[in-house]
């Protein structure tokens, strides 16, 4: 799954590739929402990982006008605000919020298993079943 990381200042954005990618993830970074736009029309992520704090200080308007991020689920993440810290109000249109203190390889299996995007399905030729006749079959194959 690939994943765009995006944070206030560099570190943190640096931080969080490296962070997530230790989760088997494709993990790029980037610097602040505008540059997001063009990173992800580079990079084609399934998922953004957003500094929290980058998210309720600037506008996103110009990801909501963007018809690949417009289609993309954000993850909002922080190292200082916990979950009961955060207003709801603060994270519209956000696909969910992760404290990266709590974050357990458990957890987050569980939830880029529910953001990764399903595996589109190809037919592929006809197979002839045993007792003859006509079978065709379909199968899942990852367009990755």
């Known amino acids: 799954m690939r994943v765009l990381c995006v944070g206030r200042h560099r ?52 990801w909501e006008h963007d018809a690949l991020l417009s289609r993309t689920p954000v993850m909002a993440v922080s190292l200082t605000r916990r979950p009961e810290d ?15 203190p709590q974050l357990t390889r458990e957890r987050a299996r569980q939830l880029f298993s529910g953001v990764c995007p399903p595996a589109p399905y190809s037919p592929v030729a006809p197979v002839a079943p045993v007792g003859g006749g006509r079978l065709s079959l379909l199968t899942y194959q990852s367009a990755d």
């Not at 993990?27 to 929290?52: F, K, M, N, Q």
């Not at 955060?86 to 990266?100: E, K």
């Open 11 to 62: 570190y943190i954005a640096e931080h969080l590739g490296r962070f997530f990618g230790q989760f088997g993830l494709e993990t790029s970074w980037t610097v602040g929402i505008r540059e997001a736009v063009r990173a992800a029309w580079r990079h084609h992520p399934h998922l953004v990982i957003c500094d929290y704090e980058l998210l309720t200080t600037y506008s996103l308007e110009c």
């Open 86 to 100: 955060v207003n709801p109000l603060d994270i519209n249109g956000i696909g969910g919020f992760i404290y990266l």
